[in-house]
């Protein structure tokens, strides 16, 4: 860093360390090193991560200080320090699920996600804490904005990290609400992509037709900046396919042609979000005026939520059998019960379940011919007050059962001062465009509360 300069770099988003790093207004070195530093002031307080090795993403940043400094090309991530979800294999770290099951699991290799982030140039700093096997029993993580409420789950340690500037962006997984609701409850940016736009090789698996991964920082640029070098073709797994990789970036930075359109969508599940979140929407509608109308979800998509838990269930049963079956008393009582109620799914619930993915996309297609995102909430209300549970991931189900892109965005305020998100979900396939929308809106959203001020 110049002497003539200083830099809060905990307080740099992406893209302004990829920026400060490409200039060399800072070295990878000194950023990881102040990271560090945040993180030895705070983790008592925060309890984010799951693995720390100081020494590892040291030597990580000086080899990335080394490859700069000798004239080599630089990838799209160079520098950047990301945080990994603890169920996401690291090839030199740990990766135990949040399980005591799993404690001392050391991965031979990397999980695709991994491999990408390294082959762009990022650090990986470390692993943070998720819930027991990325379900419902927490961890360790407190909520940075206040210690006494949940972060949500089950990136629990993701959110947490990316909220208190311990790192400036984090990789999650969603296979309910696991990305979105902790983003929301912390007060940060959190995006889902389309289902089958990132590789899940090497990670813990629930459920191949609902496990996605997502991302979480501290803008709508910054998610399309991490996100993008994660996308793209694994035969590894099957559920991605060989098409050209979105130019999330790019778009999310353009103008749209038009200003965007909304549509204000109350599921069927409306009734179950708090007062205090229906009137902050009902607010932001008023704002966007002209630029939204109103659609409800049709009562029969109700099923979808029973839909969901059918294939969840019955998949954690399967992916968690081993686990059950040698160590079910070390297990929490919320994931025995899971796993006891997907042993009795029957193949026939859970095939027709299955079938329905495709036709629940697809229904809301016409929608998204008079709208280029469906606006509603993340999650019930704020974070709960509490750390014996993560909240309800109920505002999250539909759009991850579908497979659709879904961002939250830190808009909205609590009575008690906690964040609430708003959440965006686009057509499926649609990310760029969904991100474009959502940059749109946190403009005009910042600046309707300037004139009011």
Known sequence: MRNDEFIDVTALGAAGILEAVREGRIGAEELVRALLARIGADEDRVRAWAFLDEGRALEQARNVDR????????????????????????????????????????????????????????????KTVTTELATYSPGKTRNPVNPE??????????????????????IGTQTNGSV?????????????????????????????????????ARSVEDLAIIAEPLMGFDARDPDTRPIARPDLHAVAMQEPPLPPAFALTRTPNW??????????????????????????????FRDTWNWHRAIMEADIARSF???Y???????????????????????????NAVDRIGAVSAAFDEVFDRADALLTVAAPGPAPH????????????????????????????????????????????????????????????????????
């Open 180 to 216: 979105i609701r902790p983003a929301a409850f912390c007060g940060v940016y959190g995006f889902k992509p389309s289902f089958g736009l990132i590789s899940r090789h090497g990670i813990l698996r629930q459920s191949r037709p609902l496990d996605q991964v997502g991302v979480m």
């Open 149 to 170: 409420y949940t972060p949500g789950g089950s990136s629990s340690g993701s959110a947490a990290a990316v909220a208190a500037q311990m790192v400036p962006v984090a």
């Open 271 to 300: 009734d179950d979000a708090e007062e205090q979140t229906r009137l902050a929407f009902d607010e932001v509608a008023d704002m966007l005026g002209g630029h939204c109308w109103s659609f409800e979800v049709p009562a029969l």
């Open 386 to 453: 509490g750390l014996e549970s993560t909240g309800s991931p109920d505002f999250c189900t539909l759009w991850t059962f579908a497979g659709m892109p879904a961002v939250t965005l830190p808009l909205l305020r609590a009575e008690n001062g906690m964040p609430m998100g708003l959440q965006l979900v686009g057509r499926r396939g649609d990310d760029a465009r969904l991100l474009r929308t959502a940059r749109w809106l946190v403009r005009r959203v910042e600046e309707l509360e300037r004139d009011a001020r």
């Open 321 to 323: 059998h081993h686990e």
């Open 67 to 126: 490859v700069r400094r000798e004239g080599h090309a630089m990838g799209p991530l160079h520098g950047l320090p990301v945080g990994v979800k603890d169920i996401i294999d690291t090839a030199d770290m740990p990766t135990e699920n949040g399980t005591v099951l799993h404690a001392g699991r050391r991965p031979m290799d990397d999980a695709a996600v991994v491999e990408r982030l390294r082959s762009a140039g990022a650090i990986i700093l470390g």
């Open 325 to 351: 079956e040698e160590g079910r008393d070390r297990l929490s009582p919320s994931l025995r019960g899971q796993i006891e109620r997907g042993r009795r799914v029957t193949a026939i619930d859970y095939n």
